[in-house]
């Protein structure tokens, strides 16, 4: 669709803008002053919408009695549904396209999250997926 790609390319410039400026003042050899640590801050909370985000750092892997890979389906859900990346929706549909990497199996007991430093909320981001995942 046209429009969607025209949008998701404004996405992406202005994502590309805020990373930029981001790596800029991170980059300063000085140190952040306040004034610019809070408006980092507040340019990545806004970028990440104020959500949790997962490191991949899979602390996650053996919690999960299916052995969902997690940190695979919760980077994909970030990229996509809160960075809102064209990126995470080709691998969206990649999984769709597998149908291996299946969130609808997940029995939503909440292991993973009690071993998350970042207390991730998988089994609702992995509902959240599956009903992605099912729709076309
Ligand atoms: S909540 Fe879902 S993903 Fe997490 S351990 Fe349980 S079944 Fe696995
Ligand atoms: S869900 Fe949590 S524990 Fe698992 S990889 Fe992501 S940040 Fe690490």
Known sequence: MPGESSRNSTHQLC???????????????????????????????????????????????????????IYQLMGTYQLSQIFGLPAGDEQLERLRERGKLDATKCEACGRCTEKCPRHIPVAKRMKHLAELLASV
């Open 15 to 69: 994502v590309d803008r805020v990373l930029e400026e981001n790596a800029a003042i991170a980059s300063d050899k000085a140190g952040l002053t306040p004034g610019q640590c809070e408006r980092f801050v507040r340019a990545f909370q806004d970028f990440s919408k104020g959500e949790a985000l997962c490191t991949g750092c899979r602390y996650c892997d053996n919690a999960c009695p299916l052995e969902l890979p």
